[in-house]
């Protein structure tokens, strides 16, 4: 079974910065795609950033110049760096990722994977 753990999150000043972690463990064979949603209050969950398995990274156009998105496919670790954080950024962020898991007979076994999320709220 694979586990996506976010971590990073917290409140934050308006212009503030934040570093959200999220860390995929399991009898992983290999992780495609990774990605980063929210779902702010009484909104619908949107997609923030997403990286391939070569490191090649886009952005919703709401978060272009702000955000930055990496990966570490050694740790299986993706990681999103936000700057001048804005109000209405307040959220809770989802890791995502599409894995490929080895089962219990060695077969393959291809999901899709959700973080349970952090909270991330920008507030003065």
């Known amino acids: 079974q694979v586990q996506l753990v976010e971590s990073g999150g917290g409140l934050v000043l308006p212009g503030g910065s934040l570093r959200l972690s999220c860390a995929a463990s399991?009898?992983?064979?290999?992780?495609?795609?990774m990605a980063w949603y929210r779902q702010g209050p009484r909104k619908e969950r949107e997609l923030v950033a997403s990286?391939?398995?070569?490191?090649?990274?886009k952005y919703a156009d709401s978060v272009k110049g702000r955000c930055t998105t990496s990966r570490d496919n050694a740790k299986n670790t993706i990681y999103l760096q936000m700057s001048n954080l804005k109000p209405e950024e307040t959220a809770v962020y989802y890791c995502?990722?599409?894995?490929?898991?080895?089962?219990?007979?060695?077969?393959?076994?291809?999901?899709?994977?959700w973080g349970q999320g952090t909270q991330v709220a920008v507030s003065s």
């Open positions: 995502y990722a599409e894995v490929m898991a080895r089962g219990a007979s060695s077969e393959y076994i291809a999901s899709n994977e």
């Open positions: 990286i391939s398995s070569a490191g090649n990274s």
């Open positions: 399991g009898s992983i064979a290999r992780i495609d795609a």
